[in-house]
């Protein structure tokens, strides 16, 4: 896939060519979607670039160029972004856009939110899991004690 193989501004690009090409002869957003996912994940490799000290030294990290290129490339992010929501909105309809933008951050907050139950859920296996577990071994424990004091008392005692 092409989102696996370019990374971050390459893929914005990518993504902006690839809308560019499409957009006239689209019938429904649909066609383009592929495109508008590679957008948001390249804008989203950027941001996560820029937010990330990257490089080994001091000097690496905040050296006037990596500092420039990490910047223009947020820049370009939002730029080439700003510019697909205007075609999309004069292809599809105004408020196009806003309904993606709008649905997307919808789908990933319903994301984070099942991941949360499903995390808590675990948790909650986990919990009861080792609640068993104790209990079995706290039984099993009184049922031995019960039958060595039954063997104490009916076996070795009355000789």
């Known amino acids: 896939m092409i989102a696996e193989t370019l990374a971050g501004i390459a893929l914005v690009k990518s993504a902006v060519d690839g809308i560019k090409s499409a957009i006239g002869t689209a019938k429904d957003i649909s066609e383009i979607a592929g495109h508008i996912d590679n957008l948001f994940e390249g804008e989203k490799q950027v941001q996560q670039k820029r937010a990330k000290k990257s490089g080994t030294g001091l000097t690496d990290q905040f050296g006037i160029q990596n500092v420039a290129q990490e910047m223009i490339d947020a820049k370009l992010a939002q730029e080439k972004i ?14 196009t856009w806003k309904s993606i933008v709008d ?7 319903e994301a984070k939110e099942a991941a949360a139950k499903a995390r808590r859920e675990a948790q909650l296996a986990h919990e009861e899991m080792m609640d068993n577990i104790k209990m079995t071994g706290l039984v099993s424990m009184v049922i031995s004690i019960a039958l060595g004091l039954i063997f104490l008392a009916f076996v070795i005692l009355p000789k």
């Open 103 to 109: 649905e997307r951050a919808k789908r990933i907050q």
């Open 82 to 95: 700003a510019e697909m929501r205007q075609l999309v909105d004069l292809r599809f309809g105004p408020g």
